[in-house]
């Protein structure tokens, strides 16, 4: 799906066909398929999830370095199952997978009420770690995407559930008590 997206900005509901079609607001132009419609207008998913979390799946494996982490996005997420979750052995999933569940909202520590914090530090404390969008097929549905648009999306590549060497800035980005300042 081609999404020129602004955070906040809305796709209406009600497309009556399956074809493509063409939907236009102030904020947003988007070419979607019906499919695409029905994964935005779904409840979001947090991609940065623990793998024990209800409705839990796979949408990544960790590769590059301790130092520099890259994600590489699977075509299709993957349920969690305890077969999966014993592949990342001898270390733990988290370190080598990367999963997404229904966003916990008042009930994580990072949801301020409106707002997913992690996604905003992540967006403003994160240097870019790619110029194109990854082929991430949770786009349509995710939490960061939907709040914080491209540029999350350009720095969650670089992101690490349980990552024991991080730098100081995702130190910061993933402290739940760190503050940023308005842009």
Not at 1 to 17: C, E, F, K, N, Y
Not at 83 to 95: F, I, K, M, N, Y
Request: aromatic share 6%.
């Amino acid at each position: 799906m081609a999404l020129d997206h602004q955070p906040s900005a809305r796709i209406p509901t009600g497309v009556s066909h399956t074809g493509p079609t063409w939907i236009e607001e102030p904020s947003i132009i988007a070419r979607c398929y019906m499919d695409d419609v029905v994964a935005i207008n779904s409840p979001p998913l947090c991609p940065s999830a623990r793998p024990e979390m209800e409705g839990s799946v796979l949408f990544g494996v960790v590769g590059g370095t301790a130092e520099e982490p890259r994600l590489a996005y699977l075509t299709e997420p993957h349920p969690v199952t305890d077969e999966l979750l014993a592949l990342s052995g001898p270390v733990t999933p988290t370190e080598v997978f990367r999963f997404a569940a229904p966003c916990a909202e008042n009930a994580c520590q990072h949801f301020d009420g409106s707002t997913c914090r992690l996604a905003a530090r992540t967006a403003r404390l994160l240097p870019p770690v790619v110029e194109v969008l990854p082929p991430c097929r949770l786009r349509p549905t995710c939490r960061w995407w939907r709040q914080e648009g491209r540029a999350a999306c350009v720095r969650c590549p670089q992101i690490v559930t349980d990552n024991y060497h991080p730098s100081a800035d995702i130190e910061r980005a993933a402290d739940p008590e760190w503050v940023i300042n308005a842009p």
